[in-house]
């Protein structure tokens, strides 16, 4: 059977990549990275800002070092991760099934969108006061703020899976007589997976975005009230310091979770060209 | 057996009516091989998606072995010309798609779909996904999909359409083979002269919109057949003749379509 053969034969994708040039990419992100280091030492040196208010990068090291050691750090950012966590699964929990509900239902388009594209664009941040009435200041309040702000994207970004899904899939289920459910579980929820994907992406990106906004004014921990924090204390090294942590986790999730996730399954199946 | 009875399908688009297929009627034994013949825009995969009860008929009737039907059921499956696999699925998963569908169990999908597989020469690859496959053997495991559910029925929708010529030849002849071996009835939609007369035990040249059965042509030759042969080659003029009318008219039909839209 030389068809057979033949595509065995091929490579996969994985294979195809070239192995060298990741290096050189790699040579000059690093570069950029020194070279921004260095660029602001020497702003700092220059004495451009007061130095109170602009730390050195060794300070920030420092600051790194010593907030590590007395579990300040650690303590803020696991809050700040915990409260993105609920946020983005509550988000998820809603928004995949009701995404999905939109997709399906012409009906259900036409009751709830105009609704949620009025809502839409009020920004996470000016739901803070109302959310502090609700639930005092901390962990809930922050949950709340997030999961409104990161609720639209996974929302949308299903509905145009299910409405991008190929009409022929459909016909398939329909000529092989599969029931409703067997056809949300088999066919609709992997079919718009490229999509979910992309909308748990935009969700966790959002949310880690407006957390640190919700922690300055609602929350006694977390990486923004840390940051908020040394502002009074005139700590511009513990900012510094809480800001590259909060780059740090979401270029971690960026490049190691979501990435993961799309490799399992829709690079797996070969879908991964589709949107985006 | 499969009996359609005065079928016509009209539907309305851009306000105005149209006539897709016309009082069109057509026995096909049981077991028998039939191709259905035409141009293309002249509404052979429209019937086939009313026989396979996707679309509902305007007026007329489709019944097998005495019922009538107007939905999908069990007694019929389809292949899909551009194969209509799910990328998520292993080969295996998308073989046992119908049998999980109707609560198949586990253990029993799993027998099944290793037998059809390897009866479509693929029994190694029942753990890869579609993706790696090329479009010949894709359409293979569209096939074990369909045999799986044992239709009675078996409704393909230019199948070969999208392979290559070598490949097609080689997927036709398969296809006689698993034929003969599960013993199906089959109806089968080319726009390809030479691949009707090659697989069809009877071939139904349909006219230009709106979609009727000009004529039947008999092929009565044993197979495999020789397409060199100075039998085939009468055929095939006798086809040819009767088809390129057909393809005129629905290529005036596609020229005043552009004009006026």
Known sequence: MSEATLARAAPTPAAIRPRRRPSRDFLLGAGTLVAFVLAWKLVHLSRLFPPWAFPAPEQVLGAFVKTLESGELLKNTWASVARQIVGVVLAALVGIPGGLLLGASRDFRAALLPFCRMIYPIPGIAWIPLAILWFGIGFKS???????????PILFNTMAGVTALDGQYTDVARVYLAPRMFYVRKVLVPGSLPFIITGIRLTYGVGWRVIVGAEMISSITGLGFMIDDARWQLRPDVMVAGMITIAMI???????????????????????SQPR | MVQIEALSKRYAAGGSDILALSGISATIGEGEFVCLLGPSGCGKSTLLKIVAGLIPASAGTISIAGRVVTAPGPDRAMVFQDYALFPWMTVAENAEFGLAARGVAPARRAAASAELLKAVGLGEFAAKYPHHLSGGMKQRVSIARA?????????????????????RFVMQQELLRIWRAYRKTVLFVTHSIEEALYLGDRVLVMTARPG????????????????????????????????SEEIARSMEQEATAAVTS
């Open chain 1, 142 to 152: 922050t949950v709340f703020v997030i999961f409104f702000t990161g609720i639209w």
């Open chain 2, 147 to 167: 045999l799986a559910v044992d239709p009675v029925l078996l409704l393909m929708d230019e199948p070969f359409g999208a392979l290559d010529a070598q490949t």
């Open chain 2, 212 to 243: 009727r059965i000009k004529a039947e042509i008999p092929v009565a030759s044993a197979r495999p057949r020789d397409i060199g042969s100075v039998e085939f080659a009468r055929l095939r003029a006798q086809t040819l003749e009767l088809l």
């Open chain 1, 250 to 272: 979401g270029w971690v999730m960026e490049n190691w979770a979501f990435d993961w996730l799309e490799r399992v399954t829709i690079e797996r199946w070969g879908m991964k």
